[in-house]
């Protein structure tokens, strides 16, 4: 059975949704499957600002660990399809991505919305200075003091209960609109990603509601599967690539 491929002609764009998966082959854990714990507590429990302020040392001591992860990792051949759609694409091409990890910008990709933030940055969690960047990897010390107010510095991360970027919001929404105004032809594919975090997972919806087909490369089911039009199942390096692949056959063997 050949490997499904997505069909573009010259005006589709493609708006790209990722997730942890894409990042799981380059060593770096999900946060909802098997080792996708922290400590015991679930995601929900400690990527929030409550978890912050009850005990900022673990939550620091989480994302040193999370930056000593991602600087050790390499991007895959899933970031690395993704880098080369945009090289041919241009701004036909956007991606969104809830991953902090910066490995798609490693991999090339420019046109990148980095809707939960960056493992990379901090700010401060009163003032609001910065954000400036942090490498810092130190899990027995990890507080910092602000350089302007002296209260403790914060990964710039979206927590659960906390706004994204309103200018992300209205990239992703402008991005499908100018496809529907344009009447072009416009594909939207999740990668590797459960679709249980908002807004995100409501992506699919807002593309196919404006005419979008819609498809999904994932390890296992996602709560948000209804929405897709096709559902390719397997390891992001595994799929992605071919169904990147510019001359690849038309989709078969999908559901
Ligand atoms: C592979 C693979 C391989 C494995 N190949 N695949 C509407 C309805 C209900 C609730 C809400 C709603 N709108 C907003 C909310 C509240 C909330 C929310 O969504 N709650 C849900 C739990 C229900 N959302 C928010 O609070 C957001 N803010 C917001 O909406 O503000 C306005 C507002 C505020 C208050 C109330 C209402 C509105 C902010 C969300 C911020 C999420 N932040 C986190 C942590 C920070 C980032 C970090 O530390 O890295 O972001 S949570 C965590 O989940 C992280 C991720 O980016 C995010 C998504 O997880 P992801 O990427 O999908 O990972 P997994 O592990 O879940 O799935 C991995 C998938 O990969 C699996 O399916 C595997 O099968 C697959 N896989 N290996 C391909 N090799």
Not at 161 to 171: I, K
Not at 179 to 200: E, K, Q
Not at 208 to 226: C, F, R, V
Request: net charge negative; hydrophobic share 45%; proline share 5%.
């Amino acid at each position: 059975m050949p490997h499904p491929a997505i069909s573009f002609d010259d005006t589709t764009r493609l708006l790209v949704l990722t997730g942890a998966g894409i990042s799981a082959e380059s060593g770096l854990a999900t946060f909802r499957g098997a080792g996708g714990l922290w400590e015991g507590s679930r995601v929900e429990d400690v990527a929030t600002p409550e978890a912050f302020e009850a005990n900022p040392e673990r939550v620091l001591r989480f994302y040193a660990a999370r930056r000593l992860g991602a600087g050790a990792a390499h991007p895959n051949a899933a970031h690395l399809a993704l880098a080369e759609a945009e090289a041919r694409l241009g701004d036909r091409f956007l991606l969104a991505t809830q991953n902090v990890d910066g490995l798609h910008a490693r991999a090339g990709s420019r046109h990148t919305l980095e809707i939960h933030g960056s493992l990379w940055r901090s700010r401060c969690s009163r003032c609001h200075a910065g954000p400036v960047e942090d490498r810092s990897t130190e899990i027995a010390h990890p507080l910092r003091a602000c350089a302007t107010c002296g209260s403790l510095m914060r990964p710039d991360i979206v927590w659960f209960g906390e706004m994204l970027d309103p200018a992300h919001e209205w990239a992703v929404r402008s991005f499908v609109k100018a496809a529907d105004m344009a009447r072009a032809r416009l594909v939207f594919l999740a990668i590797g990603t459960s679709g249980n975090v908002y807004p995100a997972a409501g992506y699919v919806r807002y593309a196919k509601d404006l005419g979008a087909e819609t498809w999904l490369a994932n390890a296992d089911e996602a709560a948000n599967a209804h929405w897709f039009d096709h559902i390719v199942t397997g390891p992001a390096t595994g799929v992605v690539p071919a169904l990147l692949s510019a001359s690849g056959p038309e989709a078969r063997g999908v559901r």
